[in-house]
T-cell receptor, first 110, second 114 residues
Framework: EDKVVQSPLSLVVHEGDTVTLNCSYEVTNFRSLLWYKQEKKAPTFLFMLTSSGIEKKSGRLSSILDKKELSSILNITATQTGDSAIYLCAVRKGFQKLVFGTGTRLLVSP | DGGITQSPKYLFRKEGQNVTLSCEQNLNHDAMYWYRQDPGQGLRLIYYSQIVNDFQKGDIAEGYSVSREKKESFPLTVTSAQKNPTAFYLC?????????????FGPGTRLTVL
């Protein structure tokens, strides 16, 4: 059975801290791994990773995929209160299907 | 404005009633999807459609039905056969196919069964 596991389930940090969110997967026919941020309603797309070892970066956020370890990490440096959200990891298998993890709930306190 | 719209935002249903959730996109995307999100669980795929007049069951299709008569629209009907329909429903769309295909989400509909 396909599985995507995220850790930790929830996290509370202070503004300015650096956080690392983890995603591990066991999915047949892996195509890519995606990260989304969900603040209140619609998840918004952050990154798509297809190749191992190549870091994707956007401002204070970065992510990398390790296909050997079947995992990915999402790093957020110098966190701000606006980073408070649920971060979702999803693995694309085959043509269209995404398998989602349960998410990591991040709270950044001022 | 390009994007995905879902309506209504909130929906209350009595047991035994069918309800239809609307999803419209003006992104000219071929593929559309319906997911269900429950507290403490990841998004789960209900149905998806790669092209007009075609759709496939996802992982939890029982008690749901869809249609895809127009490229822009992919309505979801929650039937009385769905045993636990209270959830947050998200619609998504993507260009369709290709290794870089990315799904973009609408704002969601929260359905509560009274």
């Amino acid at each position: 059975e396909d599985k995507v596991v995220q850790s930790p389930l929830s996290l509370v940090v202070h503004e300015g801290d650096t956080v690392t969110l983890n995603c591990s997967y066991e999915v047949t026919n892996f195509r890519s791994l995606l990260w989304y941020k969900q603040e209140k309603k619609a998840p918004t797309f952050l990154f798509m990773l297809t190749s191992s070892g190549i870091e994707k970066k956007s401002g204070r956020l970065s992510s990398i995929l390790d296909k050997k370890e079947l995992s990915s990490i999402l790093n957020i440096t110098a966190t701000q209160t606006g980073d408070s959200a649920i971060y979702l990891c999803a693995v694309r298998k085959g043509f269209q299907k995404l398998v989602f993890g349960t998410g990591t709930r991040l709270l950044v306190s001022p | 404005d390009g994007g995905i719209t879902q309506s209504p935002k909130y929906l209350f249903r009595k047991e035994g009633q069918n309800v239809t959730l609307s999803c419209e996109q003006n992104l000219n995307h071929d593929a559309m999807y319906w997911y269900r999100q429950d507290p403490g669980q990841g998004l789960r795929l209900i149905y998806y459609s790669q092209i007009v007049n075609d759709f496939q069951k996802g992982d939890i299709a029982e008690g749901y039905s869809v249609s895809r008569e127009k490229k822009e629209s992919f309505p979801l009907t929650v039937t009385s056969a769905q045993k636990n329909p209270t959830a947050f429903y998200l619609c998504a769309s993507s260009i369709g196919g290709g290794p870089a295909d990315t799904q973009y989400f609408g704002p969601g509909t929260r359905l509560t069964v009274l």
